[in-house]
C-alpha cells in the first residue's frame, strides 16, 4: 500500500477497484490545479504559502487535502474558492480558467460565526437560494428540505447564537448543499468540535454529500478524518508546500479495514508526525 | 427570552419566609420605580411645605406639575420644545450626513482612516459647546450656529464607531457574502451594514446623548443674548422672570424627552443587536 503513492495528480491506481458509488471517471476533471504558486501579504511581508501544487477533482469525487498546521492547505482553498489569487500556476473549473468567488464552489467554513447572525437559522439557507436567483416559494422549500436533511427542523426559527457549535456546523453545511453547486469546499469544518459531535457529522456529511451527488475538496489535518470521508487525499509537505503525494483511499472503508493501519501508517509517514495533531489556526 | 427574571433576580424568595427586603424586590421594576419616584415627590412636596421656602426659589412638585400641564396646554413649552427638536434633528441629519461621508472615505482609504483617526482625537474630547462662541461668529445669532454644534457633537461618535464597525467585521461573514457573489452595494447592505449594527447603533447613542445636551446648553447661551425659541431659551426666560415653577417644568420635559429617547434605543436594541446575540461587550 505504501507504494500508491503517485506523484501528482493521476488518480490512476490500477489495482484499486472503484466503487459503484465513486465518481464517473470517464468525464474530464471538474476542478484542476495545476503548478499553483501561492504568496499573500500578511501585516506587510510576504508570506510564501504554496510553491508547486498540482491536483484534480473529478465530479462528485471526494479529495482532501491534508498536510501538516501552515502548510498552506487553507491557502489552496481560498484559491479555489477565488478568495486569493494563484502567484503562478492555473486553477480551472468547470472549464474556466476565470477563478472569482461564487456558489458553484460552495465554501463551508471552520469557524462558528460563518452564518449571518441576524437571520434564523431558516432565513441563514433561504437567503442564499434568493441571492442565486430563486423564487421565494422555491427557496423556502429548498432551504426545508436541507435543514430537515441535517436534523435541525425543530431549531430553524433560532438564531446562531442559540445554537451549539455542531448545530451551526450543520446549517453551514445546509446552506451550501441547498445551493446544489457541482462543487462543495471545506476548511476544517469539523476542527472546533468535540470529538463525539465530530464523528456524527463526518458520518452525515458522508451520507449527505453521496445523496447531493457533489465534488468535495475537503481540508483537515487528521489523516482518520481524510480516510473517512475521502476517494483520495492529496498529502502536502513542508513550507511553502508542496504535493508530496496523491493516494487513492476510496477502498477503505473503515477503521475495520485490513488495509487500514497500513494506509494510515504510510500517510503517517509522508506527514513526517505520527498520531493525530492539535488542531491549528485555520490555515 | 423568557428566562424567568423571577429566578436570578437578587434576593429573590428561595422558599423561606418573607423578609421585607425578598418582597420589596419580588415586586415588579416599574412598581419598584413609582413607588420610589413617589416616596421622592412626597417628601419634597412636604419639604416646601414644612420649611417654608420662599417660592421664588422653590418650587412645590404639586406647581411644578400645574405649570407643567399648563405650558404643553397652552403651547409655550410644546413650541419651546418643537423649536429645540427641529434644530436637533437637522444638526444631527447634518451630522449624519457628514459622518457617513467620512466613513466611505476612513474605510476604503487609508489616508481617509488617519485624517478621522487624527481628527476624532483632536475635537471628539473637546465638547461642542466650546465652539458655540466660533459658530455665533460665523453664522450669527441664529439657529445655523445651534445646527452647526449639534452637527459637530454628532459626527465624531458615529464615524468613529461605524468605522471601527466596518473595520472589524468578521472576515469569514465577508467571505461568505462573497462566495455568494456578493459584491459591491449588495454585500454592504446585506452583510457589512448589519454585520457593524451594534456599533452603528452605540455610536448613534453616543451621539444624541451629546447632541441633547449641546443643544440645550447652547440655547441657554442663547437666552441670555436673546436668540432663538427653545426648551433652553424657555428656562433662562422663567428664571429672567421668576417664574421658578416653569424652570422646573422645562426640565422634566427635558429629563422625560431624555428618558423616551433612552427607552426607544433599548426597544431598538431589543428587537435587534440583542435579540441576535451580537451587542457590543464595551
Known amino acids: ?283 | 427570552m423568557a428566562v424567568t427574571s423571577q429566578e436570578l433576580r437578587p434576593g429573590a424568595d428561595l422558599g423561606g419566609t418573607l423578609t421585607a427586603r425578598q418582597s420589596w424586590s419580588r415586586l415588579p421594576a416599574w412598581l419598584r420605580r413609582v413607588i420610589i419616584l413617589a416616596v421622592a415627590v412626597a417628601v419634597w412636596e412636604l419639604y416646601v411645605k414644612a420649611a417654608h421656602v420662599s417660592h421664588l426659589v422653590f418650587a412645590s412638585p404639586y406647581a411644578v406639575a400645574r405649570s407643567f400641564v399648563s405650558g404643553w396646554l397652552d403651547g409655550q413649552i410644546a413650541g419651546a420644545t418643537g423649536v429645540t427638536l427641529e434644530a436637533l434633528a437637522i444638526g444631527m441629519a447634518i451630522g449624519i450626513g457628514s459622518a457617513i461621508v467620512f466613513t466611505v472615505l476612513a474605510t476604503w482609504t487609508t489616508v481617509g482612516q488617519d485624517a478621522l483617526m487624527m481628527f476624532t482625537s483632536m475635537l471628539n474630547p473637546l465638547p461642542s459647546i466650546a465652539i458655540l462662541p466660533l459658530a455665533i461668529i460665523w453664522f450669527g445669532l441664529n439657529e445655523k450656529a445651534l445646527v452647526f454644534v449639534v452637527a459637530n457633537a454628532v459626527v465624531w461618535p458615529i464615524a468613529i464607531n461605524v468605522t471601527t464597525g466596518f473595520r472589524t467585521v468578521n472576515t469569514t461573514l465577508l467571505m461568505v457574502g462573497k462566495n455568494l457573489g456578493l459584491r459591491g452595494w449588495r454585500l454592504v447592505r446585506d452583510v457589512l451594514l448589519p454585520a457593524a449594527l451594534p456599533y452603528i447603533i452605540s455610536g448613534v447613542k453616543v451621539a444624541w446623548a451629546f447632541a441633547w445636551r449641546t443643544i440645550i446648553a447652547s440655547e441657554l447661551v442663547f437666552g441670555t443674548a436673546g436668540g432663538s425659541g427653545g426648551l433652553g431659551y424657555f428656562i433662562n426666560k422663567s428664571q429672567y422672570f421668576l417664574n421658578i415653577p416653569d424652570v422646573f417644568a422645562g426640565l422634566v420635559t427635558i429629563a422625560v424627552i431624555g428618558i423616551i429617547v433612552e427607552v426607544g434605543f433599548n426597544m431598538l436594541e431589543r428587537r435587534t443587536v440583542i435579540r441576535w446575540g451580537m451587542q457590543a461587550t464595551s
Not at chain 1, 16 to 35: F, Q
Not at chain 1, 99 to 110: E, N, S
Not at chain 1, 145 to 160: K, N, Q, S
Open chain 1, 1 to 283: 500500500m505504501k507504494n500508491q503513492q503517485s506523484d501528482v495528480s493521476s488518480r490512476s491506481q490500477p489495482d484499486v477497484k472503484a466503487k459503484e458509488d465513486g465518481p464517473v471517471t470517464s468525464s474530464a476533471p471538474l476542478l484542476s490545479v495545476e503548478h499553483v504558486k501561492i504568496s499573500y501579504r500578511l501585516k506587510n511581508t510576504l508570506v510564501q504559502a504554496v510553491d508547486d501544487a498540482t491536483f484534480t477533482v473529478m465530479p462528485e469525487e471526494k479529495v482532501m487535502l491534508i498536510g501538516p498546521s501552515g502548510c498552506g492547505k487553507s491557502t489552496i482553498l481560498k484559491a479555489v474558492a477565488g478568495f486569493i489569487e494563484p502567484v503562478s500556476g492555473r486553477i480551472s473549473f468547470a472549464g474556466s480558467t476565470n477563478i472569482t468567488p461564487g456558489p458553484d464552489r460552495a465554501v463551508v467554513f471552520q469557524e462558528f460565526d460563518q452564518l449571518f447572525p441576524w437571520r434564523t437559522v431558516l432565513d441563514n439557507v433561504v437567503y442564499p437560494l434568493r441571492v442565486t436567483g430563486r423564487s421565494k416559494p422555491e427557496a423556502m422549500a429548498q432551504a426545508t428540505t436541507f435543514i430537515e436533511m441535517v436534523g435541525l427542523g425543530p431549531a430553524r426559527t433560532r438564531f446562531p447564537h442559540q445554537l451549539s457549535g455542531g448545530m451551526k456546523q450543520r446549517v453551514a453545511i445546509a446552506r451550501a448543499l441547498a445551493l446544489g453547486p457541482p462543487m462543495l469546499l471545506m476548511d476544517e469544518p469539523f476542527g472546533s468540535l468535540d470529538a463525539i459531535t465530530r464523528t456524527r457529522l463526518q458520518g452525515d456529511l458522508n451520507r449527505l454529500a453521496e445523496r447531493a451527488k457533489v465534488a468535495l475538496l475537503f481540508v483537515t489535518h487528521s489523516i482518520d478524518e481524510a480516510l473517512l470521508l475521502g476517494h483520495r487525499v492529496v498529502v502536502l509537505q513542508g513550507a511553502p508546500s508542496t504535493v508530496a503525494a496523491v493516494v487513492d483511499v476510496r477502498d477503505i472503508n473503515g477503521p475495520d479495514d485490513p488495509h487500514y493501519r497500513s494506509i494510515r501508517r504510510s500517510l503517517e509517514d509522508l506527514l513526517g508526525a505520527p498520531g493525530e495533531e492539535e488542531p491549528d489556526g485555520g490555515n
